[in-house]
């Protein structure tokens, strides 16, 4: 579905994307993983075919996106990071509109308009304007406005940065019904649990640049341990470092973060038993199964933060 | 076997690269936000009153000062001078609100053709799409206005008929220059600009009194300016004055047209697909 080998994208002297291998299989949900400045809207902007690449090979469906952008256009869809929905048209017209854009009929985006609204569930709101809609319910929309064409591919930048928590369950929980239809999904996000949610599969991007690949599991099992121990001591945010010199040794890696000390281990009560025979007395112990954000701290040596 | 045709045809439009039923499309929109509020009639209506006002003021008001006016051997009415001018300016400033304000508006903060530029739709069919919204805009403007200016004596019916057609290639060609100019501005404070140099043009270009009364200099740089042949035409049209110099102003705007728009399709292709 989507093949590129040695991606790149300058804006004049900023390098946004260097160099990146990426393959999509059909009926794959693919992710890009990465914090903001990562390189990951700009290499959903050159896989929407709305931006050129610098230089490398790009073929999305098989087809080129510089030459045939009109007609790999017509079978993607494309929720953007920000919603852009037509602030002058009401719910039901966002998506019939949208559908005259790709030469369908009016009666067909009509048909399919409400089949959509029914399937994110805006049907009582179609005669609403965009407006005055929650944040959840636009992007609902935009994702439904994305799927007018009933398309081969479906590019979601961020689809749930600045939900709230159930507006995000009830938004995974179509985007999974629309992988179980068999549609290709290629999202970004910088959430973990989104990607282990979400993703077959997925990369790290960090400085424009892919710093591993895998599936969430397999990363997982890679970059960290199956769980992590979680220590705050009282005194803690300037002496974390001399806790960690302590705990060393203690599972496979301490690592001292500003605010709490990582405890790297397979089995995380064994580790904890270990912290109390050498004495320690944090505050608050956590043990909890490792995450992507794990990895990603692994991987790039930092916390995930904008 | 009917989706097999459609999308043989997309293909074939894509390979050429212009689809009239995507410029509809993007023409389309733009009726849709008419049919779902009021905001736009409010916009829509008070762009004609401003030309009509003008008319009835200075045309009526202070041509009853004036008296008649003998302009190239032909003597009319003062208002009958200045409405065919009037009509010129209704359709340049109903196609330029359209391309002006509003485009602008939709490239720098609707982010409306980021989401029209995801689908098959492609810059130069925005640039038409927008261009064809606005000159049906504009002639709507003038249609009515030919109208007022028939009902009140002020042309035949025979020169409003000639003249429409004309009113019409005014649109677009200051709808064109209109979207080039949008691609280009920076904020807001550049309307100012623009809004000062529609109104000198309005001012300037042989609508309150012939050219020819200017001095020579100035004369040359009015002739230089599109709406002094975009008036020229209209009154010529309007007052049954045929002449071989209409064929130069409709060359001229009609260059408007196809610089505008050339421009304009480049530049969003630029602005938006970075």
């Known amino acids: ?306 | 076997m009917l989706t097999t045709l459609t999308a043989g045809r997309s293909a074939r439009a894509s390979r050429v690269g212009f689809s009239p039923a995507r410029v509809g499309a993007v023409v389309g929109r733009n009726v849709g936000a008419l049919r779902s509020g009021p905001s736009y009639w409010i916009v829509l209506v008070s762009g004609f009153f401003e030309p009509l006002l003008y008319l009835l003021s200075i045309g009526v008001g202070v041509g009853a000062l004036v008296g008649d006016l003998t302009v190239a051997g032909r003597t009319m009415s003062y208002a009958a001078f200045v409405a065919p001018a009037m009509l010129a300016v209704s359709a340049m400033s109903g196609a330029l609100a359209e391309t002006t304000f509003n485009v602008f508006f939709k490239i720098k903060y609707a982010k409306t053709y980021e989401a029209v530029l995801a689908t098959p739709v492609r810059p130069v069919e925005i640039a038409f799409g927008e261009l064809t919204w606005a000159t049906v805009r504009g002639s709507l403007y003038t249609a009515i206005f030919l109208g007022v200016m028939v009902a009140l004596g002020l042309a035949p019916v025979g020169g409003a008929l000639a003249a429409f057609p004309a009113t019409i290639l005014v649109g677009l060609a200051f709808g064109a220059v209109g979207l080039a100019i949008s691609t280009l501005m920076r904020g807001w404070q550049d309307f100012d600009l623009l809004s000062t140099g529609q109104f000198a043009l309005f001012l300037f270009s042989g609508t309150f009194s012939p050219v020819q009364d200017y001095p020579a200099w100035m004369e040359v740089l009015i002739q230089v300016t599109p709406l002094y042949h975009a008036v020229e035409l209209v009154r010529g049209l309007c007052l049954s004055a045929y002449g071989v110099g209409m064929v130069g102003h409709a060359a001229y705007l009609l260059a408007m047209v196809a610089g505008g728009l050339w421009l304009a399709a480049r530049r969003m292709e630029r602005l938006l697909c970075r």
């Open chain 1, 1 to 306: 579905m989507i093949f590129a080998r040695g991606l790149v994208k300058r804006f004049g002297d900023f390098t946004a994307v260097r160099g990146i291998d990426v393959e999509v299989a059909p009926g794959e949900a693919f992710g890009f993983l990465g914090p903001n400045g990562a390189g990951k809207s700009s290499t959903m902007r050159m896989i929407s075919c709305v931006s050129a690449p610098t230089s490398g090979e790009l073929r999305i469906l098989g087809m080129d996106p510089v030459r045939d952008g009109t007609r790999i256009r017509a079978r993607l869809g494309v929720c953007p990071q920000l919603d852009n929905l037509d602030p002058d048209l009401t719910v039901r017209e966002n998506l019939t509109t949208y559908a005259r854009y790709f030469g369908l009929s009016r009666a067909e985006g009509r048909r399919r308009a409400d089949e959509l609204l029914e399937f994110v569930q805006l049907t009582e709101r179609a005669g609403s304007m965009v407006e005055p809609l929650s944040g959840g319910m636009k992007r609902r929309l935009t994702i439904a406005r994305a799927m007018i064409n009933e398309p081969d591919i479906v590019l979601l930048d961020e689809p749930t940065t600045g939900l709230d928590p159930q507006a995000r369950h009830l938004l995974w929980e179509r985007l999974f019904r629309l992988k179980q239809r068999g549609t290709t999904l290629v999202l970004t996000t910088h959430y973990m649990d989104e990607a282990e949610q979400l993703c077959d599969r997925l990369v790290v991007m960090d400085g424009g640049k892919i710093v591993a690949e895998g599936s969430p599991r397999s990363l997982i099992e890679r970059y960290s341990t199956a769980e992590v121990v979680e220590l705050r001591f009282p005194d803690g945010l300037d002496l974390n470092a001399d806790y960690a010199a302590k705990l060393d040794g203690i599972g496979e890696r301490v690592d001292p973060l500003p605010d709490r000390v990582l405890l790297y281990a397979d089995d995380g009560d064994a580790a904890v038993a270990e912290v109390q025979r050498r004495g320690l007395s944090p505050s608050s112990v956590l043990v909890r199964r490792s995450t992507l954000e794990d990895v990603f701290l692994h991987l790039t040596g930092r916390t995930l933060v904008d």
